[in-house]
């Protein structure tokens, strides 16, 4: 319902199995060869499998590790992941905060490219996992270096983003250039989560590398609350003088240009710390790690997308979600234009962690079997039902405000709304990670599954954009007191602001593309959904590589 809430789905969630390296190649001669589909191109025999390398004898001989001998690593990785968060959480604040300075969507949907690079990274991930110095560390060869890029690029940040938010005062934000520098400041996190995820499968032991995931969903959500939740209700006035002052003052506690300093600095001070202090473990990395090559790795990827069970299926999940696009996308920009604050859209994320927590293990439990995609069938009607309430909400908003604010009855409503929106989101994501994990190559597990979880991804972001993009066009206002002006485009209407008149919106964009979101939605379910669900009949030999000796 809010800018974050539809980035989560596309390139903030965490993918399962991301854990897994990104290249699957080592360097030694294999007992046998990869194929898939009609092999690799170009006719080569790529050695692209082989049998994971023994530990060393050290390894092998100090016996089991426990929790606690490692925990200094655990606390680490967490770190690591908060880290990771900030940038997510900022990114999927700024929507909000040009909303509060009357962005137009054309901008806000400008902006929505800020969130694919976490979407996108499988790109550059096996560049990152091959190329590094020795001497220095795999993974803190691009750590290090992109941690202080990201520190020092926050810091340059704070003395720039309050000119490109706009001053108030005449001049507007400056999309364009907020767009360019929170892509990067994505992208660097994105790499950073590259190296992370790498460095987590060696800095712990076998048995407790377990851990690394809770690190990875605690850490991530843990960073995600302070940059987004935290930074949106310190930074508003009207929520810093209620709850936190006792002189009111114009401006909340802190300001997004005080945020990007102070976190900027962490990450310098994080970051020196972790290149002095912490090695990369001896004992676990193996002695050959390096990959055969990168191309390789672009090689393997392009096979698997060609065998005609994943091209399928690529194709079904890039649509399958525009339906949902303009509930995810717009609804909580709408709210705020209607008045709703957005740092109290922002805290209504609190109360949904339990839940979040809880849901992935109950709808587990009916995603276990052999045919996940039934429950993602299932609960896309209930979701894109749920499109035409959030519809209702907006147009219900703006009859309960009253001079104070709205009612409790009415956020109470907006938070139900928000967690059965939860429930059919999370049916959804389960079932295709459990039918990710279901089909994937276990030969090549890791880099087959995140390439189906990165088109999941893909599947969220475009449509969120050009739902976004659209509401504009689709939008119908007149010019209310002066005659023969217009207000269809922005030139158009301040000539009406000038003769005296003022642009009066006689029909929303946002109700239109609902309808026609759900109208799409529900042709995918009916034409489609079949289809898709008759994926997971196919035999495990229409998902598995080809291999010969």
């Not at 680490?76 to 940038?87: C, E, K, M, S, T």
Request: neutral net charge; hydrophobic residues 45%; proline residues 6%.
């Amino acid at each position: 319902m809010s800018p974050a809430i539809a980035a989560k789905e596309g390139g903030r969630q965490r993918r399962a199995g991301s854990h897994h390296h990104y290249l699957d190649v080592r360097s030694e001669a294999p007992p046998g060869l990869a194929l898939c589909g009609d092999g690799l191109p170009g006719g080569e025999a790529e050695a692209l499998l082989l049998p994971p390398p023994s530990p060393p004898p050290e390894a092998s001989s100090r016996g089991a590790r426990g929790f606690r001998a490692e925990l200094g690593s655990i606390l680490l990785l967490l770190v690591l992941y908060v880290l990771q968060g900030i940038p997510l959480g900022l990114a999927g604040s700024v929507p909000l905060i040009l909303q509060s300075k009357s962005a137009s969507y054309t901008d806000q949907a400008f902006f929505s490219f800020v969130f694919w690079p976490f979407s996108l990274k499988l790109l550059w991930a096996p560049l990152v996992d091959a190329v590094y110095l020795r001497s220095f560390g795999r993974r803190k060869s691009w750590l290090v270096p992109t941690q202080y890029i990201l520190g020092l690029f926050m810091i340059y940040m704070s003395t720039q983003v309050d000119l490109l938010l706009g001053d108030g005062e005449g001049r507007g934000p400056n999309v364009v250039a907020l767009t360019g520098t929170f892509f990067f400041f994505e992208f660097l996190a994105a790499t950073q989560d590259i190296a992370v995820d790498g460095w987590a499968l060696t800095m712990l032991s076998r048995e407790n590398v377990g851990y690394a995931s809770t690190c990875n969903s605690v850490g991530q959500t843990a960073g995600y609350f302070l940059g987004n939740v935290l930074f949106l209700a310190l930074e508003s006035s009207s929520f810093c003088n209620k709850y936190l002052r006792f002189q009111p003052q114009p401006q909340g506690i802190v300001t997004l240009s005080d945020f990007l300093f102070f976190w900027g600095t962490v990450f310098l001070i994080t970051t020196t710390l972790v290149a002095l202090l912490k090695k990369e473990n001896k004992e676990l990395t193996p002695t050959k790690e390096e990959t055969k090559g990168i191309t390789d790795t672009y090689r393997l990827l392009f096979s698997i997308i060609k065998m005609p069970a994943v091209l399928t299926f690529c194709l079904l999940i890039l649509t399958a979600k525009v339906g949902f696009s303009a509930a995810d996308a717009v609804t909580g920009l709408k709210l705020v234009e209607e008045g709703v604050p957005k740092e109290h859209l922002a805290l209504l994320a609190v109360p949904m962690v339990p839940l979040q927590i809880i849901l992935p293990l109950i709808i587990s439990k009916y995603t276990a079997g052999p045919q996940p995609l039934n429950t993602f069938y299932k609960a896309m009607p209930f979701r894109l039902l749920l499109g035409l309430e959030f519809a209702f909400l907006v147009w219900w908003t703006p009859k309960v405000k009253h001079e104070g604010g709205f009612p409790v009855y009415y956020y109470v409503v907006v938070l139900l709304s928000y967690a059965l929106h939860q429930i059919t989101l999370y049916s959804m994501y389960v079932a295709i990670m459990a039918f990710n994990a279901k089909v994937s190559d276990p030969l090549i597990g890791g880099t087959y599954m995140t390439l189906l979880n990165t088109v999941s991804n893909l599947g969220g972001n475009w449509p969120s954009t050009v739902a976004l993009w659209l509401v504009d066009p689709l939008t119908v206002k007149e010019c209310a007191g002066a005659q023969e002006q217009t207000c269809g485009t922005t030139v158009a209407a301040e000539l009406c602001t000038k003769a005296g008149g003022s642009c009066v919106t006689t029909l929303d964009g946002y109700y239109v593309e609902s309808i026609i979101c759900v109208i799409l939605g529900f042709g995918w379910w009916f034409l489609l959904g079949p289809k898709f669900k008759k994926l997971q009949d196919e035999g495990q030999s229409s998902w598995k590589c080809k291999r010969t000796n």
